[in-house]
């Protein structure tokens, strides 16, 4: 996610905008739309091929207020998804917090075994959910993973949903042997469940764009407006319609690629949600509660961008 300060310098915040892939995609479809309104214009120019050629502009500025209308939409439902994403992993901090402050409380100091494994389990959840909601968990990732539980782990499809299991298991094992009395085990039981809550809620947005019929549709009608729009411009502007139809479609396709982009907010693409770092932070806050300590630093921050 590209961190910037609003306000402070107009073109250090655009020069961001070039840093993105999305950025990229966009820039090469103008060229192409350049050059293809170019050969568009220089024939009917050279051709004089003008009285032939003649579509009413007042059209294209109807049929430009529609794809408006529906490019709101698509970012609206792009930006909507972002920010819920970022409302999960924020509320996944606080829980993860309180999570910790329980098991504080309810745990003695002198039982550092227990502590270490929760503040490992709770960042494991973290750390392998940031994965899973990308490409599946990488074990490398994960952190005090012995062998034999490496082994375990292996064997899983869903691995936050298994370690928040293994966290569960433990504190019903600790509640039957009266370690845990039954008020701490119901408030605790309430914070573990707010973890597979926000589990849920992040696979339901990595898993349910937006409906595919309406992105092809938008798609279609963006790529007709655009391949139409230098025959509507030419007779009036000759060859300056050159630079005015790539224009138009930079705006139109930047605003379709942009909400593709934080559309999936959980990868690695520029504007896409920390989670990376979120996550590890979760860590050390974890740590910092259970262990009175900061956790090995195992962690350089992410780098947003598209890797192919």
Same mark, same amino acid.
């Given at each position: 996610?590209i961190?910037y ?8 915040? @655009?020069? %961001? ?5 999305t ?6 479809? @103008?060229?192409i739309? !350049? ?23 007042s059209?294209?500025?109807?049929l !430009? ?9 698509r970012t ?10 970022r409302?999960?992993?924020?509320? #996944?901090?606080?829980?993860?917090r ?11 100091? +002198? +039982?550092?075994?227990t502590?270490h494994?929760m503040?490992?389990h ?6 392998? #959910? ?7 968990? +990488? ?35 600790? %509640?039957?042997? !009266?370690?845990?009395?039954?008020g ?8 573990h ?8 809620? $992040? ?15 938008l798609?279609i009608?963006?790529s ?8 509507a411009?030419v007779?009036s502007? %000759?060859m300056?319609? @050159?630079?005015?139809?790539m224009?138009l479609?930079?705006?139109?396709l930047g605003?379709?690629? #942009? ?9 690695l693409? $520029?504007?896409? #949600? ?5 996550? %590890?932070?979760?860590?050390?806050? @974890?740590f910092?509660?259970?262990e ?7 962690h350089?921050?992410e780098?947003?961008e598209?890797?192919?």
């Amino acid at each position: 996610m590209i961190l910037y300060k609003t306000n402070q310098n107009w073109l250090g915040d @655009v020069s %961001h905008l070039f840093k993105s892939w999305t950025m990229t995609r966009i820039v090469r479809a @103008v060229g192409i739309m !350049g050059v293809y309104s170019l050969v568009a214009c220089l024939v009917i120019e050279k051709m004089n091929w003008g009285e032939y050629v003649q579509l009413n502009t007042s059209i294209f500025s109807l049929l !430009g207020v529609i794809l408006s209308i529906f490019l709101v939409f698509r970012t609206n439902s792009a930006y909507d998804r972002w920010w819920e994403a970022r409302k999960q992993w924020g509320a #996944l901090v606080n829980n993860t917090r309180n999570f910790a402050i329980y098991v504080d409380s309810m745990y003695p100091e +002198e +039982e550092e075994d227990t502590r270490h494994w929760m503040a490992s389990h709770v960042s494991n959840f973290c750390i392998a #959910l940031v994965d899973h909601l990308r490409e599946g968990t +990488e074990l490398d990732k994960l952190i005090f993973l012995p062998k034999e539980e490496r082994e375990v782990y292996e064997k899983k499809d869903h691995i936050p949903n298994y370690i928040s299991q293994q966290i569960f298991k433990k504190i019903a094992a600790d %509640h039957r042997e !009266g370690t845990i009395n039954e008020g701490d085990y119901i408030n605790i039981k309430i914070q573990h469940q707010s973890f597979l809550d926000i589990l849920g809620a $992040c696979e339901r947005i990595k898993k349910t764009p937006i409906p595919f019929s309406y992105a092809v549709y938008l798609k279609i009608f963006i790529s007709a407006y655009a391949l139409l729009l230098p025959f509507a411009l030419v007779t009036s502007f %000759h060859m300056m319609a @050159v630079p005015l139809a790539m224009f138009l479609f930079f705006a139109l396709l930047g605003v379709e690629l #942009l909400g593709e982009e934080i559309e999936d907010p959980f990868g690695l693409d $520029c504007n896409d #949600l920390p989670t990376g770092d979120i996550a %590890h932070t979760i860590k050390k806050n @974890v740590f910092e509660i259970l262990e009175n300590r900061k956790p090995i630093a195992t962690h350089e921050r992410e780098l947003y961008e598209k890797v192919f």
